[in-house]
């Protein structure tokens, strides 16, 4: 039996159709975004164990789910970007052609919807009455995905109206997923950036399914940006409130592994709650940025909820990222423990269930070093409950940016924090964005990755195309946010961190956000503007004023090493390359000799 549909856009209708003429479903079900529809497919999960139910007590309206075994993480050399052009992809993204892309997917979606239902979710990124907004549908055969879509992003009938309401109603994205058999060997996520299209298949996995995450917010938004004269980036969105209630606000790109969520959701220390700031949330993971009226650069996150990282969060690393999962969240691949009904994993604290099952559903003895969580479990939570979550979290034309940060996890290279010397030479700043691998990773501990704005996995089209749209826009702002890069990684002679993080992080805000305004100074060195040390705030630190200045230095024969990687890495985009990075490039070069 099929249900109504929602709208009568033409070009929705017959796009389902032609995707239901495809995949076979036994139903076809509009998701309406009403609780009331979305708890009877709760019920329904719960019934046939997709979901299970935790203690209503201690975590109300929460469940786990969990994954297959060989579907727990996003699969990079499974995602494509097929643009019609192989060189519109570039050399840092998978290609195929599309037509052969769409043969080999038609092949697999060919009736694999038989004996399932077929939901259709109308999605929104951004508030749908936004001018930000970008409008989706997704069609999957996955519950799991209807109530984590529900929690990500703005759903149901009133995305529709608004797409109906739209200058042109036939302008959206369309998105199919299929869990089909989760074979690995048959996983494709696949995006069509001139045909504005998302497919995916064999996977159930959040980042992977759940398509107006990094396959729309950023491949495919990345690509229109560039289309339209707006940006989609990797970063997350805060305001520091200072003492006289002004709020300012920065966006963050950072690689995984760096601390990016826990930035988002800072707690100032204590000697400056005293004096009155606060820090407040508007994003931990994506920004689309636009041109305002006014000349200055305007953020808004396009998502509704966080996809969160669950080992290691706890109450000193990121206590409002915990505290905003303990109602309506969806934990996955997270350690069952029984005697409570609860969830726990790596991190949380340090008292591990003594009667659990793992992630995998297995029963549990952490006493014999297996873990209890998967390593890339997650929680799936909406943003609301953050209780720092910003009074501009809905806001529909978003906030001005003050500042754009770029950080990598270096332990000798990057100083503490530096200021680029304009908006030409921060691009340079972000393309050269790297982090040193850790003996937590596979592989050489001490290896340099460079991943530019931390976009490099998540760019939809050719990364040497998408440093040009970055100069492009440069020129389109009137009045540009500083831009600064940031390392909390550096380590002593023993390995060991020098630099406290977590919330002792806001004193290099502080000194950030008032070299936006112009209210400190700086020191020039040969790769941009440093701190003087006693602009830094350490009251209330245990930290020297030497060990800040050794966290200030600049080493030139590591930053001479460094050049050299970095050239070899402008190498791989050939003549794509804007000339404007060899040139401060070379600029480097010289400022070290």
């Not at 869990?179 to 998302?198: H, L, S, T």
Request: glycine share 10%; charged share 25%.
């Amino acid at each position: 039996m099929f249900d109504l549909s929602l709208t009568s856009n033409k070009a929705v209708n017959a796009w389902i159709d032609e995707m239901a003429a495809m995949t076979k479903p036994d139903a076809i079900v509009w998701i309406d975004g009403s609780e009331e529809q979305l708890g009877a497919l709760r019920k329904e999960s719960l019934a046939t164990g997709e979901i299970i139910a935790l203690n209503p007590e201690k975590l109300p309206g929460c469940f786990l789910h969990r994954t297959a075994v060989n579907d727990v993480a996003r699969v990079e050399h499974r995602t494509f970007i097929c643009s019609r052009k192989e060189e519109d992809a570039g050399p840092t993204n998978n290609w195929t052609n599309p037509a052969e892309m769409y043969a080999k997917l038609r092949g697999l979606y060919g009736g694999c919807m038989k004996g399932r239902t077929m939901y259709v979710i109308p999605f929104s990124m951004a508030v749908p009455e936004s001018p930000f907004a970008k409008f989706g549908i997704e069609l999957t055969d996955s519950i799991y995905v209807v109530l984590n879509m529900a929690i990500m992003t703005r759903i149901g009938a009133r995305v529709l109206k608004c797409l109906d309401a739209s200058v042109n109603p036939s302008d959206f994205t369309k998105g199919l997923h299929a869990k089909a058999g989760i074979d690995e060997e048959n996983r494709y996520i696949v995006q069509f950036p001139e045909d504005n299209a998302i497919w995916s298949i064999n996977s159930g996995y959040g980042g992977n399914v759940l398509l107006g995450k990094k396959c729309f917010a950023l491949r495919i938004a990345s690509y229109l940006g560039r289309q339209e004269g707006w940006m989609a980036e990797h970063m997350l969105i805060l305001g520091i409130e200072n003492p006289n209630g002004e709020i300012r606000y920065i966006a963050a790109a950072f690689p995984s592994a760096c601390g990016k969520t826990n930035l988002a959701m800072l707690i100032p220390p204590e000697s400056y709650k005293k004096k009155g700031y606060k820090v407040w949330c508007v994003g931990d993971d994506i920004a689309w940025l636009r041109v305002g009226s006014d000349g200055r650069l305007w953020a808004v996150n396009p998502e509704a909820g966080f996809f969160g990282v669950a080992p290691g969060t706890n109450m000193k690393s990121n206590p409002n990222a915990l505290l905003s999962c303990r109602e309506n969240t969806i934990f996955t691949n997270v350690a069952h423990n029984l005697d409570d009904n609860t969830v726990w994993w790596e991190g949380l604290d340090k008292n591990p269930p003594k009667n659990a099952l793992n992630w995998k559903g297995e029963k549990w003895d952490y006493t014999d070093g297996s873990k209890g969580a998967h390593p890339n479990s997650r929680f799936t939570a909406p943003a609301s409950q953050c209780p720092c979550i910003s009074g501009e979290f809905e806001a529909p034309q978003g906030v001005p940016l003050s500042a754009l940060v770029f950080g990598g996890r270096r332990a000798r290279t990057a100083p503490l924090v530096y200021q680029s010397r304009d908006w030409d030479h921060g691009v340079f700043v972000g393309s050269i964005m790297a982090s040193e691998t850790t003996a937590a990773a596979s592989g050489a501990v001490g290896v340099v990755r460079r991943d530019p704005m931390a976009m490099l996995p998540f760019c939809g089209y050719h990364m040497g195309d998408y440093f040009a749209h970055w100069f492009d826009m440069g020129r389109r702002i009137a009045n540009p946010p500083k831009i600064f890069n940031v390392n909390w990684f550096r380590t002593d002679e023993n390995g060991n961190f020098i630099w406290p993080g977590y919330g002792e992080n806001m004193r290099v805000l502080e000194w950030i956000i008032k070299r936006a305004f112009g209210e400190t100074g700086a020191a020039e060195s040969p790769i941009g503007y440093l701190p003087q040390p006693e602009d830094i705030n350490l009251d209330g630190l245990d930290l020297s004023r030497d060990t800040l200045k050794e966290l200030l230095t600049v080493d030139k024969e590591l930053w001479r090493e460094e050049a050299k990687g970095i050239r070899e890495f402008y190498s791989k985009f050939g003549g794509k390359l804007p000339q404007k990075l060899n040139d401060e490039l070379d600029s480097l070069e010289k400022n070290l000799a």
